[in-house]
């Protein structure tokens, strides 16, 4: 029997095998894909690449890694990234105990054992005292359910699931459905080489340019020798980030003063307009009201036809509601002649056909589709999984009407299960936060060997105070009223209940330290 089985070898199932190997247990890692890398495995869309920067997404627990990795850019696109992360597995010897192509399909507690029964979809089963999952919140990929599709006889890709080989784009009339953040960075560079582009919007963003830039030698012996101090930085911000808010209001200032400073930061790199602005854009409508008026304008400046900007100004929802996306000159796209903007809201498709597309107004002949759609975040790629806890309870089951967890690291009724990148627990600048939670598994398991403790399970109650405390993190903020994938707005007949944590890192690393300092309260051992 094995100690230890972790499912996905992203960013954060990587130090989980890390760490459990640096502990001397026996673990094995399940990888449904064909290489390491998670995300960066799957989404090598063109123009994929990081919103946070390069250098505050990787690892921090090695000072040799730190040492002999060179980024190239601020913000690394996703062949950068996979070289990395294939790198990290390398560099510590991480890949012996990672079976690629093994997509989990259930997992079945014994109590009597305290063991998990881990089955992969090839039938291979594996046994081990704890399960954590590191699938990762944006994971699992949402396909609409669009008629006809089947019958579509052009070539059609996911975004999260484009192919290894080159999709032949240059010549052929391509379709984009979706404008999110790989809508919005994959379509300039489909618009480079298709004959004819449509866009099918199904809902617009508060788009901001990510102005990425080389990272110069100089630069990068910076970036080392402050290596600890921006790892310092990234803990004490709310969303993980190199990037602090100003300590002021936007209300305490003048108005011109105040479009000064957001142009500073629309001018700057990276996400620095919602994570470095003043610092109530998202929990005063006033302040919030003011910088969505200034990316407002900043969409009507840059996009020429006023009739196609005002199809790109968001209506639904306020700068910050959503996490922004990074944009390259996608504004610029649409001043390009075979480039068309279709609104769903006012011509939705009604269905593919073996040509093409059919809207509610008339026909696009299409060659090559590219569904930029989401996903069915963080819950989706878990209960995917068949996973079944005491008494043969079924964690969908458990989850019907949203998660409920405890710190986002455990349910109740599913001993010796861990989640990692999980529900409730995870937001912003994704590796800093899961850091935290890998970091507290290892304790937890620590303190259970030097007690003689086989099981570890939360309790019901520690679930319910857990999910009014993630309920309170975004109320009376402008999160509170969102549609978007954070909530699960995104997939049809998903509970509308908030997913991530809005309680900032900081808040998030205080409660889990608690819970160590307190002994573990609120969970049972045995």
Same mark, same amino acid.
């Given at each position: 029997?094995?100690?230890?089985?972790?499912?996905?070898?992203?960013?954060?199932?990587?130090?989980?095998?890390?760490?459990?190997?640096?502990?001397?247990?026996?673990?094995?890692?399940?990888?449904?894909?064909?290489?390491?890398?998670?995300?960066?495995?799957?989404?090598?869309?063109?123009?994929?690449?990081?919103?946070?920067?390069?250098?505050?997404?990787?690892?921090?627990?090695?000072?040799?890694?730190?040492?002999?990795?060179?980024?190239?850019?601020?913000?690394?696109?996703?062949?950068?990234?996979?070289?990395?992360?294939?790198?990290?597995?390398?560099?510590?010897?991480?890949?012996?105990?990672?079976?690629?192509?093994?997509?989990?399909?259930?997992?079945?507690?014994?109590?009597?054992?305290?063991?998990?029964?881990?089955?992969?979809?090839?039938?291979?089963?594996?046994?081990?005292?704890?399960?954590?999952?590191?699938?990762?919140?944006?994971?699992?990929?949402?396909?609409?359910?669009?008629?006809?599709?089947?019958?579509?006889?052009?070539?059609?890709?996911?975004?999260?699931?484009?192919?290894?080989?080159?999709?032949?784009?240059?010549?052929?009339?391509?379709?984009?459905?979706?404008?999110?953040?790989?809508?919005?960075?994959?379509?300039?560079?489909?618009?480079?080489?298709?004959?004819?582009?449509?866009?099918?919007?199904?809902?617009?963003?508060?788009?901001?340019?990510?102005?990425?830039?080389?990272?110069?030698?100089?630069?990068?012996?910076?970036?080392?020798?402050?290596?600890?101090?921006?790892?310092?930085?990234?803990?004490?911000?709310?969303?993980?980030?190199?990037?602090?808010?100003?300590?002021?209001?936007?209300?305490?200032?003048?108005?011109?003063?105040?479009?000064?400073?957001?142009?500073?930061?629309?001018?700057?790199?990276?996400?620095?307009?919602?994570?470095?602005?003043?610092?109530?854009?998202?929990?005063?409508?006033?302040?919030?009201?003011?910088?969505?008026?200034?990316?407002?304008?900043?969409?009507?400046?840059?996009?020429?036809?006023?009739?196609?900007?005002?199809?790109?100004?968001?209506?639904?929802?306020?700068?910050?509601?959503?996490?922004?996306?990074?944009?390259?000159?996608?504004?610029?796209?649409?001043?390009?002649?075979?480039? #068309?903007? *279709? $609104?769903?809201?006012?011509?939705?498709?009604?269905?593919?056909?073996? @040509?093409?597309? =059919?809207?509610? +107004? !008339?026909?696009?002949?299409?060659?090559?589709?590219?569904?930029?759609?989401?996903?069915?975040?963080?819950?989706?790629?878990?209960?995917?999984?068949?996973?079944?806890?005491?008494?043969?309870?079924?964690?969908?089951?458990?989850?019907?009407?949203?998660?409920?967890?405890?710190?986002?690291?455990?349910?109740?009724?599913?001993?010796?299960?861990?989640?990692?990148?999980?529900?409730?627990?995870?937001?912003?600048?994704?590796?800093?936060?899961?850091?935290?939670?890998?970091?507290?598994?290892?304790?937890?398991?620590?303190?259970?060997?030097?007690?003689?403790?086989?099981?570890?399970?939360?309790?019901?109650?520690?679930?319910?105070?857990?999910?009014?405390?993630?309920?309170?993190?975004?109320?009376?903020?402008?999160?509170?009223?969102?549609?978007?994938?954070?909530?699960? #707005?995104? *997939? $049809?007949?998903?509970?509308?209940?908030?997913?991530?944590?809005?309680? @900032?890192?900081? =808040?998030?690393? +205080? !409660?889990?330290?608690?819970?160590?300092?307190?002994?573990?309260?609120?969970?049972?051992?045995?």
């Amino acid at each position: 029997m094995l100690d230890a089985v972790v499912v996905g070898a992203g960013i954060s199932g990587i130090y989980q095998l890390y760490r459990l190997r640096q502990a001397g247990l026996s673990v094995q890692l399940c990888e449904a894909g064909a290489g390491v890398g998670g995300t960066w495995f799957w989404n090598r869309y063109p123009g994929a690449r990081f919103d946070s920067e390069s250098y505050s997404y990787g690892y921090f627990f090695s000072p040799e890694l730190l040492e002999e990795w060179t980024w190239s850019e601020e913000f690394a696109g996703q062949p950068e990234t996979e070289r990395y992360l294939n790198h990290v597995v390398d560099r510590f010897d991480l890949r012996r105990d990672i079976r690629l192509g093994a997509r989990v399909g259930s997992a079945v507690y014994d109590d009597a054992a305290a063991a998990w029964t881990v089955t992969v979809e090839n039938g291979e089963r594996l046994r081990a005292r704890f399960l954590v999952t590191a699938v990762g919140p944006l994971s699992e990929p949402y396909v609409p359910a669009i008629p006809g599709l089947a019958d579509f006889a052009g070539v059609w890709h996911h975004t999260a699931r484009w192919p290894h080989e080159p999709v032949e784009l240059r010549g052929k009339r391509v379709a984009v459905i979706g404008t999110g953040s790989s809508g919005v960075q994959v379509i300039p560079h489909v618009a480079a080489e298709a004959a004819e582009l449509v866009v099918f919007q199904r809902t617009a963003n508060w788009c901001t340019p990510i102005n990425n830039r080389p990272i110069t030698p100089e630069r990068m012996r910076e970036i080392r020798r402050t290596a600890r101090s921006i790892h310092r930085t990234c803990r004490e911000t709310p969303g993980g980030f190199v990037h602090r808010p100003l300590p002021v209001s936007a209300l305490e200032v003048g108005e011109e003063e105040r479009r000064e400073q957001f142009q500073r930061l629309y001018d700057a790199p990276g996400l620095t307009m919602v994570l470095a602005n003043y610092r109530d854009i998202s929990s005063d409508r006033a302040a919030n009201a003011a910088v969505t008026d200034f990316l407002r304008d900043k969409i009507r400046e840059r996009v020429k036809d006023p009739e196609v900007a005002e199809r790109l100004i968001p209506t639904d929802h306020t700068f910050g509601m959503k996490r922004p996306p990074l944009e390259d000159g996608f504004y610029e796209v649409f001043a390009q002649e075979h480039v #068309s903007l *279709v $609104p769903l809201a006012q011509e939705p498709i009604l269905r593919f056909t073996p @040509g093409g597309i =059919q809207t509610a +107004a !008339r026909h696009y002949d299409i060659d090559v589709a590219i569904l930029a759609t989401g996903f069915d975040a963080v819950t989706g790629a878990i209960r995917r999984i068949d996973v079944r806890g005491r008494d043969g309870v079924r964690l969908d089951r458990h989850w019907e009407a949203g998660p409920r967890t405890h710190l986002g690291l455990q349910s109740a009724g599913f001993p010796n299960l861990f989640f990692v990148g999980g529900p409730q627990s995870t937001t912003g600048n994704i590796p800093r936060a899961t850091e935290i939670q890998v970091d507290w598994v290892m304790d937890c398991l620590g303190h259970m060997a030097d007690r003689g403790y086989r099981r570890v399970e939360t309790t019901p109650a520690a679930e319910e105070a857990w999910l009014a405390h993630v309920e309170s993190t975004v109320r009376g903020t402008v999160l509170e009223d969102a549609t978007s994938w954070a909530f699960g #707005s995104n *997939v $049809p007949g998903k509970p509308r209940v908030y997913q991530l944590y809005a309680g @900032g890192i900081p =808040q998030y690393r +205080a !409660r889990c330290e608690e819970e160590a300092e307190a002994g573990y309260a609120s969970f049972v051992f045995g």
